[in-house]
């Protein structure tokens, strides 16, 4: 069974910073650098939108300019897993978090090129 399960979401106070982390597990992942990914957020009422994706090796890096700077991704290929490191968060980058995987594609921000999706994890900044 595939799977994408994402962790390392919560409440923090605007400034603070977390670290989401995604492990991508089941047969079609057995080769997980074939895979770019990325990582998408849904605030409440609006729709899903593109943070940040990194292709199969971390050669390249894509981010939203509402994050760029402050957002950083990174990968693991040996332990199946991508980071989201996310700094001098705001308010407005609460929602929920999904991880996803682009079969042989680049990991740039067209949800459609997305093969497999998480579940998602809450995110929610204070003020």
């Known amino acids: 069974q595939v799977q994408l399960v994402e962790s390392g979401g919560g409440l923090v106070q605007a400034g603070g910073s977390l670290r989401l982390s995604c492990t991508a597990s089941?047969?079609?992942?057995?080769?997980?650098?074939?895979?770019?990914m990325g990582w998408f957020r849904q605030a409440p009422g609006k729709d899903r939108e593109f943070v940040s994706g990194i292709s199969w090796n971390g050669g390249a890096t894509y981010y939203s300019d509402s994050v760029q700077g402050r957002f950083s991704i990174s990968r693991e290929n040996n332990k199946n897993t991508v980071h989201l490191h996310m700094n001098s968060l705001q308010p407005e980058d609460t929602g929920i978090y999904y991880c996803?995987?682009?079969?042989?594609?680049w990991g740039r921000g067209n949800p459609d090129e997305y093969d497999h999706w998480g579940q998602g994890t809450q995110v929610t900044v204070s003020s």
């Open positions: 089941g047969r079609a992942f057995d080769n997980f650098e074939a895979y770019a």
């Open positions: 996803a995987a682009d079969y042989g594609g």
